[in-house]
């Protein structure tokens, strides 16, 4: 069996807790019914996959938000609905990660958009006390930043070279399961992380 040397992590769900409700019932009150049907774990409409991959600005983003609902509302509305989904960090996984660190190399791949990437970059540093969670990683790709995104296999692919790393070398976690098979496909060793499940209760040697 091929040994493990590098692990990429997906950010919520595996060392971010969030709750996509949370925005389906924040936008619900600012009169967006379907935002479940827009937006949730497992798929984005277009508005969402191209903030997702940086083709749409903050700017167009809030204004197609507005024309989908029936209220005057404001950016501000708008981004503390779309950021109710982002809930605390997982103090313990962070520690986890510190540990690995000597034994593996780490790296984050996160779809994730610029508002949420501003958010939760702060909530870090609030909750941590530390500066910049890409410190954890040797490097983080955010799907914004790099215009690809999950489950897409572009976006592992260009991990793979970005860093020069070989699949089957390369474990990946990742709380959605069709980021799981994608992964699978290129020959990645993975673990599909549960609701129930903290990666540092993981016993990586064994996957």
């Known amino acids: 069996m091929t040994e493990i040397k590098n692990i990429i992590f997906d ?17 619900k009150k600012l009169g967006i019914e379907n935002f479940e049907d827009m937006f949730s774990q ?6 969402f996959e191209k903030l997702e991959t940086g083709k749409l600005s903050e700017t167009d983003f809030y204004k197609t938000i507005k024309k989908r609902t029936k209220k005057n509302i404001t950016d501000t509305e708008i981004d503390q609905a779309w950021n109710a989904l982002i809930l605390s960090f997982r103090t313990d996984s962070l520690t986890f990660l510190s540990k690995i660190a000597r034994h593996y190399k780490l790296y984050l791949l996160s ?6 990437l501003k958010y939760f970059k702060k909530l870090f540093t609030k909750e941590t006390g530390k500066h ?8 983080a ?12 296999i572009p976006i592992f692919e260009f ?6 790393l070989k699949a089957a ?9 069709i980021n799981i098979e994608t992964a699978k496909l290129l020959g990645f060793k993975t673990h599909h992380l549960l609701p129930t499940e903290k990666v540092e209760l993981l016993e990586i040697s064994s996957i």
């Open 159 to 164: 991990v793979l070279q970005d860093e020069n």
């Open 111 to 116: 779809n994730t958009n610029s508002i949420h």
């Open 42 to 47: 497992f798929k984005a409409d277009q508005l």
């Open 132 to 139: 910049l969670l890409d410190e954890y990683f040797i490097k």
């Open 169 to 177: 070398e390369t474990l990946f976690i990742d709380d959605t399961l």
């Open 11 to 27: 950010l919520g769900g595996v060392l971010l807790d969030i709750d996509y409700q949370k925005s389906v019932a924040a936008f």
């Open 141 to 152: 790709w955010y799907s914004n930043e790099i215009g690809l995104r999950k489950p897409g």
